[in-house]
């Protein structure tokens, strides 16, 4: 079935600095979703998307839906070691509303 | 809490036995999904109800199935275990079914472990 290109797949980093991660897709979308995973526990949403071009804020988390509607973005500003964690985008084709079609995620480990 | 309940947390059985796992919906949530999380591996669908009735099938194996009974939890049968079965089972629900406001929300999942 049909999966999003999510990247990067990992991603390792110091405490305090920035991360960004992405979300493509061949078609368009009209739904993009992020989720937190942690270990152990069912992912959590974060942050939803539901216009094209929409900018979204969720603490020190901040998600974009692209403008061409086949992309998604993620920024974490200032990193701290709760930050870790499986991070996946999942969307709704716009082609297919009951379908939610997932990405493979980006695991962030964060360095104290 | 989530507000999805999923039972039981841990289960550890032998390769050809049967299993059932349960799965509570947020109050007032009509849908439920079940996914499969193997090791390293991301969520794969296996299967949507709404409202009592069978909606989406994704990857599921015929030895799979569920159900989704009148008090809206749900049920996930899985049978004649194999080895590759082991992995996280996590249920979500969501209000309606298709593109909501509101994502879907998961439970904590089952851990499944055949050996």
């Known amino acids: 079935g049909q999966q999003l290109n999510q990247s990067p797949q990992s991603m390792f980093i110091q405490e305090g600095e920035d991360v960004s991660m992405n979300c493509t897709s061949s078609s368009i979308f009209n739904t993009w979703l992020w989720y937190k995973q942690e270990p152990g526990e069912g992912p959590v949403l974060l942050i939803a998307?539901?216009?094209a071009g929409e900018l979204t804020s969720n603490g020190r988390l901040t998600a974009q839906f692209g403008i061409t509607r086949k992309d998604s973005f993620l920024n974490i500003s200032a990193s701290i070691p709760s930050d870790v964690g499986i991070y996946f985008c999942?969307?709704?084709?716009?082609?297919?509303?009951?379908?939610?079609?997932w990405g493979l995620g980006t695991s962030l480990a964060v360095n104290p | 809490d989530s507000g999805v309940t999923q039972t039981p947390k841990h289960l550890i059985t032998a390769t050809g036995q049967r299993v059932t796992l349960r799965c509570s919906p947020r109050?007032?949530?009509?849908?439920v999904y079940w996914y499969q999380q193997s090791l390293d591996q991301g969520l794969q669908f296996l299967i949507q109800y709404y409202n009592g009735e069978e909606r989406a099938k994704g990857n599921i194996l015929e030895r799979f199935s569920a159900q989704q009974f009148p008090d809206l939890h749900s049920e996930l049968n899985l049978s004649s275990l194999e080895l590759g079965d082991s992995a996280l089972y996590f249920c979500?629900?969501?209000?309606?079914?298709?593109?909501?406001?509101?994502?879907?929300?998961f439970g904590s999942g089952t851990r499944l472990t055949v050996v």
């Open positions: 998307l539901y216009k």
């Open positions: 109050s007032g949530d009509l849908s």
């Open positions: 999942a969307g709704f084709n716009a082609g297919n509303n009951r379908k939610l079609i």
């Open positions: 979500a629900s969501s209000p309606r079914t298709g593109r909501s406001n509101y994502g879907y929300t």
